[in-house]
């Protein structure tokens, strides 16, 4: 089975600009969550996305949004880019079949620079 | 505000010897603790968790060992393997799908 991909895995951007990363997560998850991993601030949760629904979100400013499809793949946005947004951005899927925590599984991550 | 402090920030260990990561929470809901893996340029692996209802879970060389009432957790690695070195999170759930992450402990385990 193959695992959570993401696309672009590496993209450079500069400031004010906006920015489109998608993640394809595993065949049958029907949960995707998104999180931003930076050397300062660490692994930081975004938001969650179930069945085209935003379940759960972070506390990060409204330039961060997202989006699911009906096959359950996913894309995150960023507007009005800073230089504070570079980082390595993850995709995790699980299967979400009832209350509680799901194993997650990651992707590879996005490596966005903004110059 | 870190919800999950997670020490030391680096580890260097003998080949064969014991590595302990140690993590301390605040927010009693959390239910779920996993511990995940990082190799340079991979996203994070689940490596092991637990919940408060158990107060230790091994999985070959690798153990949890939880203190609910002193809300703290760590991982233990037995007999430390140089291909174990990576960045190692400690994270916990509030019966949801987002995960609170440590700051994170780089091992390097020396042959």
């Known amino acids: 089975k193959a695992g959570v991909t993401q696309t672009p895995r590496y993209l450079i951007k500069t400031r004010g600009q906006q920015v489109t990363l998608s993640c394809s997560p595993i065949?049958?998850?029907?949960?995707v969550s998104w999180y931003q991993q930076t050397p300062g601030q660490g692994l930081q949760f975004l938001f969650e996305y179930f069945s085209e629904t935003q379940r759960n979100k972070g506390n990060f400013p409204g330039r961060f949004s997202g989006r699911q499809f009906s096959n359950s793949r996913s894309e995150m946005n960023v507007s009005t880019l800073e230089l504070g947004d570079s980082a390595l951005y993850l995709c995790?899927?699980?299967?979400?079949?009832?209350?509680?925590?799901?194993?997650?599984?990651f992707g590879p991550g996005t490596r966005l620079t903004v110059l | 505000q870190q919800q999950v402090k997670q020490s030391p920030q680096s580890l260097i260990v003998q080949k064969g010897g014991i590595s302990i990561i140690n993590c301390a929470y605040e927010n009693t809901a959390f239910d779920y603790f996993p511990w995940y893996q990082q190799f340079p340029g991979k996203g994070p692996a689940l490596l092991i968790a637990i919940r408060p209802d158990v107060s230790e879970k091994k999985e070959g060389r690798f153990t949890i060992s939880f203190n609910k009432s002193a809300k703290q957790f760590s991982l233990h690695i037995m007999d430390s393997q140089p291909g174990d070195s990576a960045t190692y999170f400690c994270a916990a759930s509030a019966g949801a799908n987002n995960l609170f992450f440590g700051t994170g402990t780089r091992l390097t385990v020396i042959p």
């Open positions: 995790a899927s699980s299967l979400s079949l009832g209350r509680g925590f799901n194993e997650q599984f």
């Open positions: 065949s049958g998850h029907r949960s």
